[in-house]
């Protein structure tokens, strides 16, 4: 895609067309080919560090709360089932806010969808200092939970700045270094409480004024990414739309190609086993370690800040565990590793409920909990992208939001009131992830194959991406990514089904399938 | 390999965590409270019912032994000092498992607020006069007297009688009217910020 002088105007920071516009290499696309970490070369690494960090913040807003609720729940005279009931509200708002911010990128990119949601949902954050009720406790935790669904414009926004040999790597640092968030700021809260209390104000005005770092935080980060970000390397999305370089799809096509198919379901139900566990440990661990084994603010924080700090590695690690599985095993490989990471996952939840008598042991048994569940998460993503062609978005905005509906429904059954000790909560929550990750055995690809069932002869990825497609459509040529993804998926076969599962011999790309997200 | 790196780190916390927490907290003393002689009498200067403002009231704690119950279970020779406690009433601790009551003191949670610690007198009677801290919350509570020994060990306790009496504490909100002013100034800013650059990308746009 070259660039059009005329029809295209392109804002951002691009130099002079006929220089070189970019300091990484890129492909036709103008998506990078590499990923420097610790590089801010625009617009690409810095797309990524604004995408990350401003995910990261909206995890700190929404779980800023948890880690003060020793002395939120003495200043509003919350009961237990207050309390779970707003852990509830946290993560229930993002459950059908995920699913429209694929829409809202679609439309108007994800710099701005992100951006506007992360200012509009900032005053949540700041109101979180006046409250004096239980009600209101529950309103503000609802409202900032929203900002969650900015998982699903970084994802969309690194899928437009990488190419698909980094793509995965890009969605996989961007997601699991957001999801720190919710590990940092229970080690922050504390830390600010207390320096603010240190400075002379009551404790139930210290904690009002600790609501303002994660608040301000927010604000400053979405105002970067609209002044300093773009929606591709290109340039913003309103030139892209204006030069007719972007199809645009019907969303009517979209949802349906989405919702009938049944894997998008079965993923969903499982993240929501994974990343759902993940948020629900995050509301939940704080507490329990300050109220079962007497220990102060800070040490609470600093423990269950370890569960959600291992995502710096675990979430990227279960993303590059599911590529190395894929290289050697297929798909079938990426399904097996992702039951039996959740799965062990699940073991040592329900081993995490036993060991409650024992200080030591239930830290010990928590770190590794957490890297066995936020693997898992970066595992399921190693699937989303190959489920559809057409609702790659939708599919990860419903898998994104069954994430939030497990949460939902596991602080609801088990953590809600004083019907089960925290203890118990934890053991049946490990039995309900062993139980909720068996229906991936039930996935099935006819190119490629299923937990137990192999592939079926003469079926090939470019008919069941072709699927999607209606003839009038494939005729006009509409469906040229779908074939070209196709392609490129060869290597899903596994190392005896590449040879020859595609239909066309194509040379196996060095470039390995693309990836829509993390 | 992404899987040995992943299983080294995870080795090596397991290592660091197991090695570095014989921080065992609240190693217990084991006192339970129905093995303890209630010969202390206890009362307290707010009426049943009344409310008390954190910060501002005041409430009075007399006490003194009753030489009956003394008698019957031992002299008061052991007593040195006499701690007491402001208690969560029974109708505060409903719903809320980190206010509940424990038979086993060292995990009784009902208790969490220390008015004062006084030597014991050898007569047996004391008054201290009690500001109701700022850090009160907002419950209904009554008094309990612990007897502690040269050790600091509960020997003996009294109350005001939890199920009929108790007084209420309406504690601070904590809400001053700079963290008003200022949530509602930025919460303010913060959409005016995406208004501003709304407009501006509009201008651009139709330019």
């Not at chain 1, 894997?263 to 440990?281: K, S």
């Not at chain 1, 060869?490 to 060095?510: C, I, M, N």
């Not at chain 2, 206890?42 to 005041?58: F, I, K, M, N």
Request: aromatic share 12%; glycine share 10%.
């Amino acid at each position: 895609m070259e660039a059009k002088p005329a029809a295209m105007e392109v804002e951002g920071v691009e130099a002079a067309r006929g220089k070189p516009r970019f300091r990484m290499p890129v492909d036709s696309d103008l998506k990078a080919t590499e990923f420097w970490l610790f590089s801010f070369a625009r617009p690409h690494m810095a797309s990524f560090h604004m995408a990350w960090f401003s995910f990261f913040c909206c995890f700190v807003s929404t779980f800023a709360a948890p880690p003060l609720l020793p002395l939120i729940r003495d200043t509003l005279g919350l009961t237990a089932t207050d309390i779970g009931n707003a852990g509830i509200a946290s993560v229930s708002g993002a459950v059908f806010a995920r699913l429209a911010m694929g829409t809202a990128c679609d439309l108007v990119g994800p710099r701005l969808a992100s951006a506007s949601l992360i200012l509009l949902t900032t005053p949540a954050v700041y109101c979180s200092s006046i409250i004096q009720s239980p009600s209101a406790y529950l309103l503000v935790r609802f409202f900032t939970g929203i900002s969650l669904a900015s998982f699903v414009s970084a994802q969309f926004w690194m899928s437009s700045m990488f190419s698909a040999p980094k793509v995965g790597l890009a969605n996989g640092v961007a997601g699991g270094w957001g999801n720190l968030g919710g590990g940092a700021v229970q080690l922050l809260m504390p830390l600010v409480y207390e320096a603010i209390h240190k400075i002379g104000s009551t404790p139930f005005t210290a904690w009002r004024i600790a609501f303002f770092i994660p608040g301000l935080m927010q604000t400053f980060s979405a105002i970067a990414v609209l002044a300093f970000g773009q929606d591709m390397p290109g340039g913003n999305y309103r030139s892209l739309h204006k030069s007719g370089d972007m199809h645009k799809d019907s969303f009517g096509n979209v949802l349906r190609h989405a919702l009938t198919n049944y894997r998008g379901w079965i993923l969903a139900l499982t993240y929501g086993y994974c990343f759902g566990v993940e948020l629900t440990i995050d509301n939940v661990v704080h507490q329990y370690f300050y109220d079962r084994f007497d220990v102060n603010l800070q040490t609470a924080g600093l423990i269950a800040a370890s569960f959600g700090m291992a995502n710096i590695i675990s979430r990227p690690g279960g993303g590059l565990l599911s590529d190395w599985l894929s290289s050697r095993y297929g798909m079938r490989g990426r399904l097996w590793g992702l039951w039996t990471v959740q799965t062990i996952g699940g073991v040592l939840c329900v081993v995490l409920g036993i060991v409650d008598f024992s200080f030591a042991a239930s830290v010990a048994v928590m770190v590794l909990f957490s890297f066995f569940v936020q693997a898992a998460c970066g595992l399921t993503f190693g699937i989303v992208p190959f489920v559809s062609r057409r609702s790659l978005g939708l599919i990860s905005g419903m898998t994104g939001g069954g994430g939030n509906v497990g949460a939902v429904l596991t602080q609801y059954i088990f953590f809600h009131g004083t019907k089960y000790k925290t203890e118990t909560g934890i053991k049946y929550m490990g039995l309900m992830i062993i139980a909720c990750t068996l229906p991936i055995v039930l996935i099935y690809f006819p190119q490629w194959g299923g937990m137990f069932v192999g592939p079926r002869k003469g079926a090939t990825a470019e008919e069941y991406y072709s699927r999607e497609w209606s003839e009038h459509e494939r005729e006009k040529g509409f469906n040229a990514a779908s074939v070209r993804f196709a392609e490129n998926s060869v290597r899903e076969g596994g190392r005896s089904g590449s040879a020859g599962q595609s239909r066309h011999t194509t040379p196996v790309d060095e470039s390995p399938p693309a990836r829509g997200g993390v | 390999m992404a899987m040995a790196r992943d299983f080294r780190v995870v080795l090596c916390t397991l290592l660091l965590v197991l090695g570095a927490c014989h921080v065992t907290p609240a190693a217990a003393a084991g006192v339970r409270l129905s093995a303890l002689s209630k010969t202390l009498v206890v009362e307290a200067s707010p009426r049943a019912g009344q409310v008390l403002h954190a910060g501002e009231d005041t409430i009075t704690v007399t006490w003194s032994l009753n030489t009956t119950a003394a008698a019957a279970a031992g002299a008061d020779a052991g007593y040195k000092s006499v701690k007491l406690t402001l208690c969560y009433a029974p109708a505060s601790q409903v719903g809320r498992g980190w206010r509940k009551a424990h038979d086993e003191l060292s995990n009784d949670k009902a208790c969490q607020h220390t008015i004062a610690e006084r030597p014991y007198a050898a007569a047996g009677d004391g008054t201290f006069v009690y500001g109701v801290a700022r850090d009160v919350p907002t419950a209904s509570y009554y008094v309990r007297a612990y007897a502690l020994d040269a050790s600091g060990t509960q020997v003996a306790y009294g109350e005001t009688a939890p199920e009929e009496y108790s007084f209420a504490v309406a504690g601070i909100s904590g809400v001053t009217a700079p963290v008003r002013v200022a949530a509602g100034v930025l919460s303010a800013c913060s959409v005016a910020a995406l208004a501003v650059f709304l407009v501006l990308e509009n201008r651009k746009k139709n330019k």
